[in-house]
């Protein structure tokens, strides 16, 4: 349903991207590419507007080539927070990185987090990924990541958490 939802909201004109989180339960088999499939079937959707954001720590185990097949863009979400290696950022077939809130907490003050994000935007660069980045919750936060390289992100300091009604 959620799958069918975003699918529907991505296919309206002047439309932009809109992602998908997958968990370990929707990864198993070809569950989720199928739902994707029916999905954009049952709406129209373009399947460049529809991203599939997978957890790092899950994203070395799973297999994407169906959702590639599909044309859906996959995301490295909470990036940062797992053990992937920059050799499998290099390999992996990514539309964007989402980098994890524990990167970016406290980051204007933190040498070592701004050195890893640092290398993470570096080698995304390299690879034309686009890098954002989840959990911002005050400016100096933002700031630190603009500084990086980090413009794309998401967090309590745009928008306070809504509940679906």
């Known amino acids: 349903a959620l799958l069918r939802a975003a699918a529907a909201e ?17 990864l198993g088999g070809a569950t989720l590419a199928e739902a994707a499939a029916a999905a954009l079937e049952a709406t129209g959707c373009p399947p460049a507007r ?6 790092e720590p899950l994203l070395a185990e799973t297999n ?8 859906l863009g996959i995301v490295a979400d909470h ?10 950022l290099g390999a992996a077939s990514l539309a964007a990185i989402k980098l994890d809130a524990s990167l ?18 570096a ?3 390299a690879r034309d990924i686009p890098v954002a980045a989840c959990g911002i919750e005050v400016e100096a936060e933002r700031s630190a990541l603009a500084a990086l390289g980090v413009s794309t992100g ?10 679906a009604a």
């Open 104 to 121: 970016v907490r406290e980051i204007g003050a933190s040498r070592r987090r701004q050195a890893l994000v640092r290398a993470i935007v």
């Open 79 to 88: 990036y940062g927070s797992g053990a992937m290696s920059l050799r499998l």
């Open 123 to 125: 080698a995304a660069a």
């Open 64 to 71: 994407t080539a169906p959702l590639l097949a599909l044309g």
């Open 154 to 163: 998401q967090g309590s300091l745009f928008a306070a958490v809504a509940r």
């Open 10 to 26: 991505a296919s309206a004109p002047h439309a932009v991207p809109v992602a998908v989180n997958a968990d370990a339960r929707s």
């Open 50 to 55: 529809l991203r599939i954001e997978i957890p």
